[in-house]
């Protein structure tokens, strides 16, 4: 039997939502087929969310920047949108049980030099990771081990 399909969606599919990706891949991978995509995907993967997953050991530096329509044809279980512009594009997909909005800051326009863009970079990315840590949590508890 195949993976429940878990998509995380946001506006460009640069920051947030591939730190969602590999946060929930890393602890739920097991359980869940993880993907992201965006309803206006930048096409690149911001070097700054690389680097701010990097530094807590997950790697995102091989992933790419999907359109949310790639995913119409697919049986996706949950949609989870991580900004409010996804929330009001996104389309009722086929299979889907169920749709979660967890809105988080876009780290992508913070202000300043490297340095204080990272310190914004890092508190999104931990955010991220408690929401999706608890989410991966009940996955884990409501699902029977053998």
């Known amino acids: 039997m195949s993976k429940p399909i878990v998509l995380i969606l946001c506006t460009g599919n640069s920051c ?8 929930l891949r890393e602890t739920a991978g097991d359980l869940l087929d993880v993907q ?10 911001h070097p700054l969310a690389i680097k701010a997953m ?13 359109h949310m329509n790639d995913f ?11 900004c409010g512009n996804a929330d009001q594009a996104c389309p009722m997909y086929p ?19 490297e340095a204080a863009q990272m310190v914004v970079f890092r508190r999104v990315r931990d955010e991220i990771r408690k929401v999706f840590a608890a989410y991966a949590a009940g996955w884990a508890g409501a699902t029977p081990r053998g």
């Open 16 to 23: 947030r939502s591939h730190m969602a990706e590999g946060i």
């Open 72 to 82: 119409l044809e697919r049986d996706v279980h949950t949609v989870i949108t991580v």
């Open 54 to 66: 990097a530094e807590i050991g997950i790697d995102i530096s091989s992933h790419a920047s999907k």
């Open 95 to 113: 299979g889907q049980v169920a749709r979660h909005h967890w809105g988080f800051d876009d780290p992508a326009h913070a202000p300043g030099d």
């Open 36 to 45: 992201s995509a965006g309803s206006n995907p930048a096409g690149y993967v």
